[in-house]
C-alpha cells in the first residue's frame, strides 16, 4: 500500500476497484477487525469469521452501486453485516425450531454443549443479554451500532437505511428498557 492509497477515502478506493479489483482489499485492511469484532459480540467467533468474509463479498459484489457521496463505507459495511447477522440468528432459530421438532441434533457439538457453556457466563453479562434479548431487532441493532462500534446516528440511519429521527427513536426506547432490566444502569 503506497502512502497516496493510506490517503485515500473508501469512497475513492470503492470507484478505483471498478478498474483496478485490488484496491477493494484496502477496505478490508481499514474495517475487517471492527466488523468481525461487531459480529463476534452478536453471534460468536467462530460464526463472525463467516459473517466477516460475507460482508466484503457482498461488499464487492455491489460496489458498482454504492454511493460516492458517502466518502466512509464503514456505515454501508455495518448494514451488510446486520443484516448477514439476522439472517444467520433466523437460521439458527430454524434449526433449533427442528431441533426441537425431530430430536436430531445436526451440529457437531450438541446444543446442550453449548447452553451449559452460555449458562457459566457471569451473571451481569446475563443480565445484559437478557436485556438485549428483550429488545426488538431493530432497537438492538441500532443500540449495538452506537454502544459497541460507536457509529453517529447518521452512520447508523445509513447503515440500516433508516431517517435519523428513527435512529434517535429506537436508541432512546432501547435504552429506557434496557435500564428497566439492569436497574437504571446505563447499558454500555
Not at 59 to 71: I, K, L, N
Request: hydrophobic residues 45%; without cysteine; glycine residues 6%.
Amino acid at each position: 500500500m503506497t502512502v497516496e492509497t493510506a490517503e485515500l477515502d473508501d469512497a475513492e478506493l470503492i470507484r478505483r476497484s471498478a478498474d483496478d479489483p485490488e484496491q477493494f482489499a484496502l477496505l478490508f485492511d481499514r474495517y475487517a477487525r471492527q466488523i468481525h469484532l461487531y459480529a463476534a459480540r452478536r453471534i460468536g467467533t467462530q460464526a463472525a469469521d463467516d459473517i466477516v468474509a460475507e460482508t466484503f463479498l457482498a461488499a464487492f459484489r455491489r460496489r458498482g452501486s454504492y454511493d460516492p457521496s458517502y466518502r466512509l463505507a464503514r456505515p454501508w459495511l455495518y448494514g451488510i453485516a446486520t443484516t448477514l447477522v439476522a439472517r444467520h440468528r433466523r437460521q439458527e432459530e430454524r434449526m433449533l425450531r427442528a431441533l426441537a421438532r425431530t430430536g436430531v441434533d445436526p451440529l457437531p457439538e450438541p446444543v446442550a454443549d453449548v447452553v451449559v457453556d452460555r449458562v457459566a457466563a457471569g451473571d451481569r453479562e446475563r443480565e445484559l443479554a437478557g436485556a438485549l434479548a428483550s429488545l426488538s431487532r431493530g432497537d438492538r441493532d441500532v443500540l449495538l451500532l452506537v454502544a459497541w462500534e460507536e457509529l453517529s446516528y447518521e452512520e447508523v440511519a445509513q447503515a440500516l437505511g433508516i431517517p435519523v429521527g428513527t435512529v434517535r427513536s429506537r436508541l432512546h426506547r432501547a435504552r429506557r428498557k434496557a435500564r428497566a432490566v439492569l436497574g437504571d444502569e446505563e447499558p454500555e
